[in-house]
C-alpha cells in the first residue's frame, strides 16, 4: 500500500495490518474510522502536492498560475477547507 495513503488512513482512524496469507497490507478499520476525514485529508494532500511543486522548482509566471488554479479547483470542487495538510500535523 502507498505509504502517504496508509499515513492519511491513520490519521482518519484506520490501521494497516499485515496479511497472514499473502503478506500484503490491509487497510483495517472499525467505528472510530472516519470516511470523510479520510476522503478530505487525500484531497488536502493533492493540494498540498501542489503547492509543494510550486515552492521547489523554478517555474514561469505562467505555469506558476496554473498549479495556483489548480489547487483552487481542487479545493473547490471538494468543497475542503486548506487545513490538515502532512505538515500541520
Not at 495513503?5 to 496469507?21: H, K, P, Q, S
Not at 474510522?33 to 511543486?53: G, N, Q, T, Y
Not at 509566471?61 to 471538494?78: A, V
Request: net charge negative; hydrophobic share 35%.
Amino acid at each position: 500500500m502507498n505509504k502517504v495513503i496508509n499515513e492519511l488512513f491513520n490519521r482518519a482512524g484506520g490501521w494497516t495490518e499485515v496479511c497472514d496469507v499473502s503478506g500484503e497490507e490491509i487497510l483495517t478499520y472499525n467505528e472510530h474510522l472516519d470516511p470523510e476525514k479520510f476522503a478530505k485529508l487525500i484531497v488536502l494532500e493533492c493540494m498540498h502536492e501542489c503547492l509543494r511543486m510550486q515552492l521547489g522548482n523554478q517555474y514561469t509566471p505562467e505555469e506558476l498560475l496554473f498549479q495556483t488554479k489548480y489547487r483552487k479547483i481542487i479545493k473547490e470542487h471538494f468543497g475542503v477547507k486548506s487545513e490538515g495538510f502532512r505538515s500541520e500535523k
